[in-house]
C-alpha cells in the first residue's frame, strides 16, 4: 500500500512538471487568486485493520486562499458505513480544519496535497484525520475538478471501569471533488 501511495505521488509530480510551460503575453493565466475558495466533494473509503468497514462520504469545505500554493479552511462532512452482516448501518459527521498545498504550476493541471483533521460530532466523539494528495483540474475560470486518493482513519474511544479502549476505522480513500470560486470583479 505504501508504494501505492509513493507510486501515485510520483506521478502527480511527473504530470505537473511535465506540463509546465512559460507564460508569456498570449498563454492564458493559470492560477489559484487569493480569497474565498469552496469545494464540494464526495468519495469512497476502503477500510481496512482492525475494522474493515468501507464508507461512503458527502462533504464540503470552505475556506480562504491566502497564495497561490496555501489554503485554510474548515469543513464537515456525512461518512456513511453500509450494513454487513456483523454491524448495522453506522454514520460518523467530522468536522475539521483542512489545509492544502499546491504546487504551482502555468498548466490547468496541479498536483496538491491536503491534510483535514477535526473531530465527529456524535454521541461517542472520535478523532478524525485524512493525509491525502491529488490532481486539481481547471475546468473554468472559477471552477476546477479534484481528483485525490490519502489515508483517513476515525479514532473511537470506549471507557469503561477498568480501561480505555481504542477502535480505528482506517481506510484508503478516494475522493472527487467540484472547486468553486467567485468571480472577480474588474
Given at each position: 500500500m505504501k508504494r501505492l501511495f509513493i507510486a501515485f505521488f510520483l506521478v502527480l509530480l511527473t504530470i505537473?512538471?511535465?506540463?509546465a510551460t512559460t507564460l508569456n503575453g498570449d498563454s492564458p493565466?493559470?492560477?489559484?487568486?487569493?480569497?474565498?475558495?469552496?469545494?464540494?466533494?464526495?468519495?469512497?473509503?476502503?477500510?481496512f485493520g482492525t475494522n474493515p468497514y468501507?464508507?461512503?462520504?458527502?462533504?464540503t469545505i470552505h475556506g480562504r486562499q491566502f497564495s497561490d500554493i496555501f489554503f485554510l479552511g474548515g469543513g464537515i462532512a456525512?461518512?456513511?458505513?453500509?450494513?454487513?452482516?456483523?454491524t448495522p448501518w453506522l454514520y460518523s459527521i467530522?468536522?475539521?480544519?483542512?489545509?492544502?498545498?499546491?504546487?504551482?504550476?502555468s498548466?490547468?493541471?496541479?498536483?496538491?496535497?491536503?491534510?483535514?483533521?477535526?473531530?465527529?460530532?456524535e454521541l461517542s466523539p472520535a478523532a478524525y484525520l485524512d493525509l491525502g494528495a491529488g490532481l486539481r483540474i481547471?475546468?473554468?475560470?472559477?471552477?476546477?475538478?479534484?481528483?485525490?486518493?490519502?489515508?483517513?482513519i476515525l479514532l473511537y474511544t470506549a471507557v469503561t471501569n477498568t480501561q480505555t479502549a481504542w477502535y480505528p476505522f482506517s481506510g484508503a480513500s478516494l475522493h472527487l471533488a467540484l472547486e468553486f470560486m467567485p468571480r472577480k470583479h474588474q
Open positions: 505537473t512538471a511535465s506540463n493565466r493559470y492560477g489559484i487568486d487569493k480569497g474565498y475558495r469552496g469545494f464540494a466533494y464526495t468519495g469512497y473509503t476502503v477500510g468501507g464508507r461512503i462520504t458527502l462533504g456525512f461518512n456513511y458505513f453500509p450494513p454487513t452482516n456483523v467530522p468536522a475539521f480544519v483542512a489545509v492544502r498545498w499546491d504546487i504551482r504550476s498548466t490547468r493541471y496541479k498536483a496538491f496535497f491536503q491534510i483535514r483533521d477535526g473531530i465527529t460530532l481547471e475546468v473554468g475560470s472559477q471552477t476546477a475538478i479534484n481528483l485525490s486518493a490519502g489515508y483517513e
